[in-house]
């Protein structure tokens, strides 16, 4: 099984605000959608209501929502109440951890890849936050790149030293 890591960030860190995601890059939004379309993808409760409810459960994708509370429940989310269960669904895939910040922090050990967005801005009041990263990745960084909407992003894939 392989486990990838998907984010955008600021320059700080930061990946979000009041449960959204405090800027819109629609380049990043179609590579998510592709490096995403076929998998698992796995994400905690916060994240799963901070996306519009037409667009949950995300197509194409097996969506695992990740919450202690037993009685939770959605239409087209498959529910998971530990991080190993929920990686270990189906151990011959890809599964890729898709937020927020505490799913970020408790899937790292288990990563082999990151793939990261990093957004060129600063948002105030974030409260949302990527995990701080040890120096075990190798990592390749993209060229900067300016979005349709005018923000400058650049993409960062990190994969474990083994
Ligand atoms: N920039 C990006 O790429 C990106 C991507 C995704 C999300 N985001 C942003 O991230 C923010 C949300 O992140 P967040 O940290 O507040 O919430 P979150 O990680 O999405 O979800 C937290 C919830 O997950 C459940 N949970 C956490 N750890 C668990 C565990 N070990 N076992 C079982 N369930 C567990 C709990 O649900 P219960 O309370 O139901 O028990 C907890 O309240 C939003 O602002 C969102 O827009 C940003």
Known sequence: MTVALIWAQDRNGAVG?????????????KRFRELTRGHRVVMGRRTWESLPVRFRPLPDRRNIVLTRDVRWSAPGAEVAHDLSAALRIDPQDTVIVMGGS??????????????????????????????DLDDEWDCSIGEWATSTTGMRYRYRDLTRRR
């Open 17 to 29: 605000r009041d449960n959204t995601i405090p800027w819109r890059v629609p380049e990043d939004q």
């Open 102 to 131: 505490q799913i970020y922090a408790a899937a790292l050990p288990f990563a082999d890849h990151l793939w990261i967005t990093d957004i060129d801005t600063v948002v105030a009041d974030a409260d949302a936050h990527a995990p």
